[in-house]
């Protein structure tokens, strides 16, 4: 091989591995970012019903956001539609408190949904990834929540 076709054989090994590097992070980074996000194969939006009737019991979980709110969430009890889920502020006052069902499908028995991480992208509305156990075992959850706490919805991933 002479030095010619030896240089242009190693510049063409040189530009497919950039290129190579640069697709690996491309792809490494969408399948992350999809792990934050759900997608058109899972179920919602979901809003929840409301819960007129707060649990007079210790929470399951009290999960901090945004360092001034906390969410907390009460396990599925026999009589209950689904599990409790409810958002306090730094006061302690409660701003919402749902069922967190899946809207359209009463029947499906959720029995507890547990918070794991939360995470706000640039350019895009903060959200909660959560651990929702239900009759067929454990599956993803998202929860968009604003920074002032309002409920946008929620996706279960079933």
């Known amino acids: 091989m002479n030095k010619t076709k030896q240089n242009l054989f190693v510049k063409i090994l040189k530009r497919l591995s950039i290129l190579l590097i640069i ?46 709110l906390s969410i907390e969430t009460y396990d599925r009890e026999d009589n209950d539609t689904a599990p409790i889920v409810l958002l306090r502020d730094k006061d302690n006052n409660i701003l919402w408190a749902i069922y967190a069902i899946a809207n359209d499908r009463e029947t499906t028995k959720v029995e507890s949904i547990r918070f794991k991480k939360h995470r706000q992208f640039p350019f895009s509305r903060p959200r909660i990834f959560a651990i929702v156990k239900w009759a067929y075992g454990e599956e993803a959850s998202w929860w968009f929540i604003d920074k002032d706490g309002k409920l946008k919805e929620y996706w279960y991933s079933w």
Not at 36 to 55: E, Q, V
């Open 23 to 68: 697709l690996i992070i491309a792809l490494g980074s969408i399948i992350w970012y999809s792990s934050w996000s759900p997608s058109f194969l899972d179920d919602g939006p979901f809003h929840g019903i409301i819960c007129a009737k707060i649990p007079n019991k210790k929470p399951d979980q009290i999960y901090k956001i945004y360092s001034d």
